[in-house]
């Protein structure tokens, strides 16, 4: 099993964990001759081993497929092959950044600009995806990364194209195996149930219900898959933008109608057309977003909490762990956003509350070694409200950070900080 400080194929040197899955693995890696950092996601050889021919036949067409489009919307191929063990693996662009999910699960909706901005770069990702043969059928805003270039400017990278279909004739097995692979919220009603010709509408799809999202904070369909489902392919219409926030402009909500319409014949007919109707829907409107500021301060935070989260932080993505009190051995698994001396934002599908102690497991940004310190837990939101399911965001304060972990996260956000204004 790979771990940190190994060396991949004699090239790579294993950083720390990016994310972790029954089959697979993601590492921030360094490029031993270049050293530039990358991420390195890897099929494991192991107890799966009956899936294991097609777990690799489908990180290879993930690498050629991201091979094949090349465009600043996308994440970019690096490399990739097999070790003497056995792992396959590929090696993408290290992003930076934080996700859409994360950012709506810390604002729970996105101002009417910032949305139409971040479609109208997705609408751009997608239209060279789709001129390249390739269906990415998981669209969604853990799959959308925000970053910030040297300038200051914000752009959107689509990421994981795992369960892609191509239309490559050897793909067909593959294909049908994905069929019913994906996030049950964002799929559109064909590929819920499982049709083998799913098409670019599934993506416009997606693209509508992640629009519904930031503009509304709630979905148009939510539960398990068989709630999901019922409701996406009754015979009852899908509900519209302006039915939960009525202040949405009437042009704007009725492209995000037409491309969550239940037949895929109703909705737009490639991408192309969406981004078309979005922009004659807002004249004028910038592809430009600012969303990697502070997230609005909860109204309960005193003067002293709201000035430790204006702390200089950094995006930071990595598998994290909290230990929460009360009686037997209670644990949350989540991932972390981005991270400051003064605390991380915690992404989570359980929830806990707030104003209680905790320890938390992670690994450092600088050298990978995962450390388990206190914090406080100071507010906690769900994504999609109270009472459905959905990613919450975590806000960690830091209690008495050793000097050494202090010192670790202080290097990694200067580094962060140099790395955007050189």
């Given at each position: 099993m790979p771990d940190t400080g190994d060396i991949l194929d004699g090239r790579y040197q294993l950083l720390r964990d990016l994310g972790r899955g029954a089959a697979g693995i993601v590492f921030e890696a360094r490029h031993l001759f270049t050293g530039r950092f990358v991420a390195v996601k890897m099929v494991l050889p192991g107890p799966r081993s009956a899936a294991l021919p097609e777990l690799r036949a489908r990180l290879q067409r993930e690498g050629r497929a991201l091979a094949s489009?090349?465009?600043?919307?996308?994440?970019?191929?690096?490399?990739?092959?097999?070790?003497?063990?056995?792992?396959?693996?590929?090696?993408?662009?290290?992003?930076?950044?934080?996700?859409?999910?994360?950012?709506?699960?810390?604002?729970?909706?996105?101002?009417?600009?910032?949305?139409?901005?971040?479609?109208?770069?997705?609408?751009?990702?997608?239209?060279?995806?789709?001129?390249?043969?390739?269906?990415?059928?998981?669209?969604?805003?853990?799959?959308?990364?925000?970053?910030?270039?040297?300038?200051?400017?914000?752009?959107?990278?689509?990421?994981?194209?795992?369960?892609?279909?191509?239309?490559?004739?050897?793909?067909?097995?593959?294909?049908?195996?994905?069929?019913?692979?994906?996030?049950?919220?964002?799929?559109?009603?064909?590929?819920?149930?499982?049709?083998?010709?799913?098409?670019?509408?599934?993506?416009?799809?997606?693209?509508?219900?992640?629009?519904?999202?930031?503009?509304?904070?709630?979905?148009?369909?939510?539960?398990?898959?068989?709630?999901?489902?019922?409701?996406?392919?009754?015979?009852?219409?899908?509900?519209?933008?302006?039915?939960?926030?009525?202040?949405?402009?009437?042009?704007?909500?009725?492209?995000?109608?037409?491309?969550?319409?239940?037949?895929?014949?109703?909705?737009?007919?490639?991408?192309?057309?969406?981004?078309?109707?979005?922009?004659?829907?807002?004249?004028?409107?910038?592809?430009?977003?600012?969303l990697l500021g502070p997230p609005p301060l909860p109204k309960q935070e005193t003067p002293a909490e709201q000035q430790r989260r204006r702390a200089k932080r950094a995006p930071y993505n990595t598998p994290v762990q909290m230990a929460l009190p009360g009686p037997g051995d209670r644990t949350l698994d989540g991932r972390t956003e981005d991270i400051s001396e003064g605390g991380i934002l915690v992404l989570s599908h359980a929830e806990c509350k707030a104003d209680q102690r905790v320890a938390v497991r992670f690994a450092l940004p600088m050298e990978g070694k995962v450390v388990a310190v206190e914090a406080h837990v100071r507010w906690v939101r769900a994504a999609h409200g109270p009472h459905a399911p959905g990613i919450c965001a975590i806000g960690l304060e830091f209690a008495d950070l050793p000097p050494p972990v202090r010192a670790s996260i202080a290097q990694y956000v200067s580094l962060m900080a140099d790395r955007n204004q050189a």
């Open positions: 489009i090349r465009h600043p919307g996308v994440v970019d191929v690096l490399d990739g092959g097999v070790t003497l063990d056995g792992a396959s693996y590929v090696v993408m662009e290290m992003l930076e950044g934080r996700t859409l999910e994360g950012l709506l699960a810390a604002r729970t909706r996105l101002s009417v600009p910032a949305t139409v901005a971040i479609a109208l770069q997705l609408c751009d990702a997608l239209g060279a995806v789709h001129e390249a043969g390739i269906v990415h059928r998981d669209v969604k805003p853990s799959n959308i990364i925000v970053l910030r270039d040297r300038e200051g400017r914000e752009h959107l990278k689509l990421v994981d194209f795992g369960i892609a279909k191509t239309d490559q004739p050897q793909d067909d097995k593959l294909t049908g195996m994905g069929a019913i692979i994906g996030t049950p919220a964002y799929m559109s009603p064909e590929q819920l149930l499982g049709l083998d010709d799913v098409d670019r509408t599934s993506d416009v799809y997606a693209v509508g219900v992640t629009m519904f999202e930031c503009l509304t904070g709630t979905m148009p369909y939510t539960g398990s898959y068989p709630q999901v489902l019922l409701e996406a392919t009754s015979d009852r219409p899908p509900p519209s933008v302006r039915s939960v926030v009525a202040e949405i402009r009437q042009p704007l909500a009725l492209a995000v109608d037409r491309a969550i319409a239940k037949s895929r014949t109703s909705r737009f007919a490639n991408i192309r057309e969406l981004a078309g109707a979005i922009e004659a829907a807002m004249p004028g409107a910038s592809r430009d977003t600012t």
